[in-house]
């Protein structure tokens, strides 16, 4: 953003207009949300001037001082939000002191980058955290934590694989990428975090889950992560969990429309690739590579709790491990959960013939097609139990 255009802009609309009216009733609540570019305010200062313009501007949010109409303090206004918008604040750490300070006092625009090394920390802070922070940041400032070199990531990590979360977030508006989490009992965690993103990490050596979206985390993503060597002290070890099991109290149990793309997730992930539980709503499982080597407390790659998932474009690899029955499994936890879901185009290997790529439970449904399993074998593609319901397109 050059603000030297913006200002030059702005300087000739002061000198040029005054106002023009402007029918803004019915955008006045929406202002505070949107994001401005200097497009917009070449659009504004077009239509002071009563020059032509080709935008309708009733479906802008361009009143910004709720006085009723469009003119120059408006003008002034957005430039003075686009200034706001781009400050940001890089802050470079190298130690694990500066780090855990860093997210401590992490504010809306941070961007904090991590030196290449180890963090260590077998200090536990907010449930068992590690590293922690309950910032919020924003659509236009979101928090950013990244590794100055992603060629060299850095390693945040514990002491053992029986204690703690390595980084748990409870803020909205996240960008965690290229970083490496491992040596807890769980890797990242982000709870009651709404649109974050969590990119090109890497995650392992974990006692029991390697990510975990929960306590009400929606429209989040994870998108190209790596995530192996699960479950190596207890009976969890998912690669990723969405949601909390309907036995666990004190958390937010829906977690919807939330993305998981291009990640990998294997080998030696003890419990399932993707555990999806129930109260959850619209999530997606998608263009993942999942590995059944390790695999030793579950019998399917992904298991379905929850209502309209999406499961598309995968390939699951058994590595000849004949614990795996199923690549996609859906259950019924509770009445009216783990229905109208879709699973197609996936691609499934198994080291059997008798493996089925989706079987249903009682009370389940969902609809699939142009899926392919090796061997090929069309008796044991899909297999629906008394009450569930699979329909083939």
């Given amino acids: 953003m050059k603000i030297k255009k913006i200002t030059a802009v702005f ?16 955008i006045k609540e929406q202002i505070n949300d949107t994001e401005y570019t200097i497009e917009d305010v070449r659009l504004l200062q077009d ?15 361009y009143e910004l001082n709720n006085d009723g109409r469009l003119d120059v303090f408006d003008l002034c206004l957005m430039k003075q939000r686009i200034l706001q918008d781009n400050q940001q604040n890089e802050i470079f750490v190298s130690t694990t002191d500066e780090l855990k300070t860093a997210l401590l006092n992490a504010k809306a625009g941070d961007t904090i980058i991590l030196a290449p090394g180890e963090y260590e920390s077998g200090d536990f802070g907010v449930k068992a955290s590690l590293f922690h922070s309950d910032s919020d940041g924003t659509s236009s400032q979101p928090i950013t934590i990244k590794s100055a070199d992603p060629d060299n990531p850095a390693i945040l990590k514990g002491t053992e694989t029986q204690n703690g979360i390595v980084l748990y977030i409870t803020g909205d508006y996240w960008k965690i990428s290229n970083i490496i989490c491992c040596n807890a009992q769980k890797g990242i965690i982000l709870d009651n975090s709404n649109y974050s993103v969590i990119s090109s990490v890497e995650v392992y050596n974990t006692g029991q889950e390697g990510i975990h979206l929960r306590d009400g985390s929606s429209c989040c993503q994870i998108v190209g992560a790596k995530v192996h060597d699960t479950g190596l002290a207890g009976s969890y070890g998912e690669a990723i969990y969405i949601g909390s099991a309907k036995s666990t109290s004190g958390y937010i149990h829906e977690c919807d429309n939330n993305i998981v793309k291009g990640c990998v997730l294997g080998p030696n992930v003890s419990d399932e690739s993707v555990d999806i539980k129930e109260y959850t709503t619209g999530n997606i499982i998608e263009e993942c590579i999942m590995y059944g080597k390790g695999m030793t407390a579950t019998d399917s790659f992904i298991d379905i709790k929850g209502n309209e998932t999406i499961v598309r474009g995968n390939t699951c690899y058994s590595q000849d491990n004949t614990v795996i029955t199923d690549a996609f499994q859906l259950h019924c936890q509770i009445e009216g959960w783990g229905i109208n879901n879709i699973i197609y185009d996936n691609t499934v290997y198994f080291a059997n013939e008798t493996e089925y790529l989706v079987r249903t439970w009682n009370g389940t449904s969902c609809t699939v097609y142009q899926n392919t399993r090796n061997p090929v074998s069309s008796e044991y593609m899909y297999r629906a139990y008394n009450g569930s319901t699979i329909t083939i397109k």
């Fill in 47 to 61: 239509f002071l001037l009563a020059k032509p313009i080709s935008t309708n501007l009733e479906g802008k949010h």
């Fill in 11 to 26: 300087t000739s609309a002061v000198f040029l207009c005054i106002f023009r009216n402007f029918p803004v009733s019915a």
